[in-house]
T-cell receptor, first 114, second 112 residues
């Protein structure tokens, strides 16, 4: 499709399990962002990829969180040993990566940790 | 992480009324974006601003990039029921790359 695609749209997991969330950005967009949105809250920056540069990981809340972007396109956000406080909507966005690049968001992956 | 100060946190207005909300930061920004988020969906871009003092409209929406580069405003004129949702501002700090910081959101309820 033409927009940012995320999967799964919903994920329920047990505490302690690992989860992977996938993002397929808009074709041609070199920048990719992951944000976390807790219930009723704003968007918390997690990680940012720009082309082949080293990612900006400054927003990752702990070493249980990691992300990679293969081939400059699809990205996977991995959360290891999930905790209940990880429950949130994880939003992916992409942009052209230029000075005038606006962010376009996917619909998010809702994670519930029981 | 850094978040922008967005106000008001929530608004309840009558259909037809105008709406104003704003976003402020302690840092200088070179880009301001305004988004609307409906329940269960990702944020959708409404307006993008790139120059201090810039005033841009999108239908009944008008947004301004503050002269100080530390704030932005969004106005909605003649509100209608479908304006209901959460509005977020987002800014990119000057000289610090492409990371965008988001406001805490303004929840808008329009009473028919």
């Amino acid at each position: 499709g033409a927009g940012v695609s995320q999967s799964p749209s919903n994920k329920v997991t047990e505490k302690g399990k690992d989860v992977e969330l996938r993002c397929d950005p808009i074709s041609g967009h070199t920048a990719l962002y992951w944000y976390r949105q807790s219930l009723g809250q704003g968007l918390e920056f997690l990680i940012y990829f720009q082309g082949n540069s080293a990612p900006d990981k400054s927003g990752l809340p702990s070493d249980r969180f990691s992300a990679e972007r293969t081939g400059g396109s699809v990205s996977t956000l991995t959360i290891q040993r999930t905790q209940q406080e990880d429950s949130a909507v994880y939003l992916c966005a992409s942009s052209l990566g230029t000075n005038t690049g606006e962010l376009f968001f996917g619909e998010g992956s809702r994670l519930t940790v029981l | 992480g850094q978040q922008l100060n967005q106000s008001p946190q929530s608004m309840f207005i009558q259909e037809g009324e105008d709406v104003s909300m704003n976003c402020t930061s302690s840092s200088i920004f070179n880009t301001w974006l305004w988004y609307k988020q409906d329940p269960g969906e990702g944020p959708v871009l409404l307006i993008a601003l790139y120059k201090a003092g810039e005033l841009t409209s999108n239908g009944r929406l008008t947004a301004q990039f503050g002269i100080t580069r530390k704030d932005s405003f969004l106005n909605i004129s003649a509100s209608i029921p479908s304006d209901v949702g959460i509005y977020f501002c987002a800014g990119r700090r000057h000289y610090t790359g492409n990371q965008f910081y988001f406001g805490t959101g303004t929840s808008l309820t329009v009473i028919p």
